[in-house]
């Protein structure tokens, strides 16, 4: 399985991106797919994952900005971030995980894609 995500960029506070990840190689009929982020210097962080029953789990620093969606006909999941803050800025990464994974997330070990930055000035 192959994630490829797209949509980083440079962003003012209080700004908007979206975030696409499209996953190829594979089918899986019970998957979570969702988004962590890794600023310099820290690791990497849960931001928000969707099952493909529909179910979504949040960080609470983002839980009221950002929206998880997905297009499972099509393996593909967004982030919609609005309200960008300067600590948003991070490459952010697309993973994929068989079953569910709804309260735990993925895991090192699962499918990643290769990160896309978000830099938001100040």
């Known amino acids: 399985v192959q994630l490829q995500a797209s949509g980083g960029g440079l962003v003012q506070t209080g700004g908007s991106l979206r975030l696409s990840c499209a996953a190829s190689?594979?089918?899986?009929?019970?998957?979570?797919m969702g988004w962590y982020r890794q600023a310099p210097g820290d690791q990497r962080d849960l931001v928000a994952v969707?099952?493909?029953?529909?179910?979504?789990n949040y960080a609470g620093s983002v839980k009221v900005r950002f929206t998880i969606s997905r297009d499972n006909a099509k393996n593909v999941v967004f982030l919609q971030m609005n309200s960008l803050k300067p600590e948003d800025t991070a490459v952010y990464y697309c993973?994929?995980?068989?079953?569910?994974?709804?309260?735990?997330?993925?895991?090192?070990?699962?499918?990643w894609g290769q990160g896309t930055l978000v830099t938001v000035s100040s």
């Open positions: 969707a099952t493909s029953g529909g179910a979504t």
């Open positions: 993973c994929l995980r068989v079953g569910n994974g709804l309260f735990t997330g993925c895991r090192p070990n699962d499918f």
């Open positions: 190689g594979g089918t899986f009929s019970v998957n979570t």
